[in-house]
């Protein structure tokens, strides 16, 4: 019999049951919550008469609604308000910890699961919140769920669950100067399109993966969502296990031992066999952009957009569309293009590497003119070290200011809305219309790339100043 | 939340022929900042039915009283977008129990099947005979009957099977959800924990 991957091993030891002719009942470790799929989940447990299972297993946070100023006051969207409240109302009836607003652990759900240690290698972990897929960087089985099935992991800490296909995507060779991790997630969408993964479950593996930090991994994994797959992983390692250990909620002395032994089982087998096995090379990877409105549409930042006849027949009107949206043509040059707002945050690039990165490349420039720049930490976490770090203060030099931490302009929920028409480059992970604000028209890239576009005040190669 | 027993439906249907609906069009973002599953129905479609002053447009479907019932018949991919379950409720909230497509997005089939609404996937030439008697004549009905999995055109036919998960079928046919199957096996779930604690 052929060796296991890395997710059957995770996913077989959770299986409690399976339905006749049905799914598997799979057992979750962890499930996070937030203020906008929740409500009405426990709205049901409410109507039942029951109680959540395992309160010790529940972590809660509000990020999508919140604002990212002056967090101290009443939030002024009546409706975010009373969302936001109600989500402390009930976390408070039914025993979930919450770090809600101004808390000192608050932040975006999936940056302050790692951060705390709460997520860790082997685990099934679910929240109400597609890009959950963020967590499968640890060597987890990781993915968002709608809010039926929310409420049914509060109510049974299980989920009916049909088992994904398996897909393994190889990255190897070393990365080219300028280009980071949200490259790499950016160049293989724009190779297998936004349905390439629908059904699997994959597995980012190969020397570049292996030598990516945490952070890196996780904006990787963030992303698996927007190649249609139903999560993304990456194996435990000895950079996994630095990260984690010492963390709020890592375990600790023999327990923390015991842990490692049992990591260190998890990487798939060397003759496991996956459904699906792709092959990249890093070397083929340059600094990307998205020029359309949907991740796929996303080229290497020095080439053009494609002409219409390289487009496939079928995808032609949405391709034109998409354009038309933009208010690009078929076969420009993304280099020089106009920009009016800069975006760096959310759960794909929020973290204080990303921070970091920003601030050592426009340590000593200034920000351009025409640009307005939101830099939003990903967590009160990141905010802290940044302070620490001195990074707000190089931000301020060069005239930019960092925000408050919360989901911000990565969706137009909150108040931090890019204006209609207007264009942005941002560390976000959708393109979609309208995702940044009515009308936004939205660039994804890396926080280098957003960084050197900042201080040109155009679409620049991060690469000309390297 | 407990579901609709779902056996047989006979009804008008509301015809919405146009591809690739996605769940930004079904239920546009800025209303999900409710907390309760009630009232997304009369936001179902929102931008296709009403105009900015919020007046209802003439010419969507769901204006035109021509056309009423509890089956929605819709083109090719509906669903499609973000996972919200928001797009089920409106659909369920505004009266419909099926939804007749000749393919959905794979998690908008689930979050419709936890909310009693049933979604019935038939073949391109069948969607195709449907949307042309509906269009002659707005009176036709349609029977789907859940326990022979078809779907008939009346008086006289066509008709056509589906395809649903045998668990899934159980479910509809009793009005049962996830959850009440869930915590019946309490006990096998207690065990694992058990096992593996
Ligand atoms: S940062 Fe964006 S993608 Fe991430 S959880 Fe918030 S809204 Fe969702």
């Not at chain 1, 490692?260 to 092959?279: G, H, I, N, T, Y």
């Not at chain 1, 420009?332 to 050592?360: H, P, Q, W």
């Not at chain 2, 010419?59 to 669903?79: E, H, K, M, R």
Request: with cysteine; hydrophobic share 35%.
């Amino acid at each position: 019999m052929a060796g296991k991957t890395l997710f059957e091993k995770i996913w077989d030891k959770h299986v409690v049951t399976i339905v006749d002719g049905g799914p598997s009942v799979l057992y979750i470790d962890r499930h996070f919550v937030h203020e906008v799929t929740s409500p009405q989940a426990f709205a049901g447990l409410k109507d039942r008469g029951i109680k959540v299972r395992r309160p010790e297993k529940t972590v809660a946070t509000a990020d999508h609604n919140i604002p990212t100023i002056e967090q101290e006051l009443p939030i002024r969207d009546e409706l975010s308000r009373f969302q936001v409240n109600k989500l402390a109302l009930n976390c408070e009836e039914f025993g979930v910890p919450l770090y809600g607003l101004n808390h000192k652990w608050n932040g975006i759900v999936h940056v302050i699961g790692p951060e705390l240690g709460i997520t860790r290698p082997g685990m099934t972990i679910v929240c109400g919140d597609s890009h959950t897929s963020t967590h499968g960087a640890f060597g987890s089985i990781a993915f968002g769920i709608g809010t039926s099935e929310v409420e049914m992991v509060l109510a049974t800490q299980t989920l009916l669950q049909n088992k994904p296909k398996t897909m393994r995507i190889n990255i190897d060779g070393e990365l080219g100067n300028g280009v980071v991790s949200k490259d790499i997630v950016l160049y293989i969408i724009s190779q297998i399109g936004t349905g390439g993964a629908t059904g699997y479950f994959v597995e980012f593996a190969g020397s570049s993966i292996r030598s990516l930090s945490m952070e890196a991994r996780m904006t990787i994994c963030n992303m698996s969502i927007e190649m249609g797959a139903r999560g993304g992983m990456i194996a435990p390692d000895e950079t996994t296990f630095e990260y984690i250990k010492g963390r709020e909620f890592a375990p600790k002395g023999t327990e923390w031992d015991k842990a490692v032994e049992e990591w260190r089982q998890l990487p798939s087998d060397a003759d496991a066999e996956f459904d699906k096995e792709l092959q990249f090379k890093a070397s083929d990877i340059e600094p990307m952009i998205t020029y359309g409105t949907n991740p796929g549409m996303g080229i290497g930042i020095s080439s053009s957009i494609p002409n219409l006849e390289d487009i496939e027949k079928s995808t032609q009107a949405t391709f034109s569309k998409s354009l038309q949206y933009m208010d690009f043509m078929p076969g420009d040059a993304m280099i020089g293009k106009k920009v009016d707002y800069v975006f760096v945050g959310s759960c794909t690039n929020g973290r204080i590497e990303d921070l970091r990165a920003f601030a050592e490349f426009i340590k000593g420039k200034k920000k351009a003119d025409n640009i307005t720049a939101w830099i939003v930490p990903g967590s009160h976490q990141v905010e802290a070290q940044a302070e620490e770090e001195g990074i707000r203060q190089i931000l301020e030099e060069a005239g930019f200011e960092m925000r408050q931490p919360g989901c911000s302009a990565c969706l137009a929920m909150n108040d931090d809305k890019i204006p209609e028409g207007n264009y942005a480059v941002s560390t976000s992970n959708r393109n979609f219309e309208g995702r940044q604000g009515p009308g936004a028209r939205t660039m994804l890239v890396s926080p280098l790339t957003a960084a050197a576009t900042a201080v040109t005040g155009k679409i620049t190669d991060p690469r000309d100043f390297l | 939340m407990p579901i609709d027993k779902f056996v047989k439906l006979e009804s008008t249907c509301v015809p919405v022929p146009i591809e690739n609906v996605d769940t930004d069009q079904i239920i546009p973002a800025r209303f999900l900042k409710a907390t309760t599953r009630e009232g997304f129905g009369d936001n179902l479609f929102a931008d296709w039915r009403y105009d900015k002053s919020g007046n209802p447009k003439k010419d969507f479907v769901l204006n035109d009283p021509t056309f009423s019932g509890q089956i929605l018949v819709a083109g090719q991919n509906f669903g499609s977008g973000s996972s919200r379950e928001h797009a089920a409720w409106a659909i369920v909230g505004y009266g419909f129990k099926a939804v007749v497509s000749s393919f959905f997005a794979d998690i908008f089939k689930n979050n419709s099947l936890n909310n009693g609404l049933l979604p019935v996937q038939v073949s391109k030439e069948f969607l195709e005979v449907l949307f042309q008697s509906i269009e002659k004549d707005p009176k036709t009905k349609v029977v789907i009957d859940l326990e022979n999995q078809k779907i008939t055109l009346q008086p006289n036919g066509p008709s056509e099977s589906f395809d649903i998960n045998p668990y899934k079928k159980k479910c509809m046919l009793n009005g049962f959800d996830d959850i009440d199957y869930l915590l019946n096996i309490n006990n096998e779930i207690e065990s694992w924990e058990k096992a593996h604690s």
